[in-house]
């Protein structure tokens, strides 16, 4: 096998190794390229991830913000909303105990002579309605106040 390189002149080895370089050496280049590329892609889709992973937390945080604005607005209203019918409750049971102390006498109609005796004793007598709205409006008072309560104890109040 020496005997046989021997016969190849030195020129030709000295090409056929500059040959061999140059693939060794293009070969060197495209995985170290290959390699480049792929750190660069990998740079810029963790950059551009960033960015929409900043967005979606700005957007999150602005929707939260705005929802605890809307749901301040709400409990407010919600409380205005409250006090006028306990405020509402409280003085329709109070006109119906003054109505039910009057002892018949007919709120409505300034003056009017109450029902006779014999009358406001029924079962479907004015005093007896008198009674059940007055105490509808205390049973709706008592709800309001512990819907109230409890929803005091929901939002941490």
Known sequence: MGALFALIPFRDKLWAAGVIALVAFGWYEYVHLQHVGAAKQLAAEQAASKKVLAAANQNIMD????????????????????????????????????????????????????????????????????????????????????????RDALTGK
Request: with cysteine; net charge negative.
């Open 63 to 150: 929707l939260a913000d705005l929802y605890q604005k809307q749901i301040t607005a709400i409990q407010e209203q919600q409380n205005v909303q409250l006090k006028a019918a306990a405020d509402s409750s409280a003085d329709l049971a109070a006109r119906l105990r003054v109505a039910l102390a009057a002892g018949g006498k007919c709120p409505v109609l300034q003056g009017a002579p109450a029902a006779a005796p014999s009358e406001a004793t029924g079962a479907g007598s004015i005093a007896d309605a008198v009674a059940g709205l007055a105490a509808a409006a205390a049973h709706d008072n008592a709800i309001i106040q512990a819907e109230r309560a409890e």
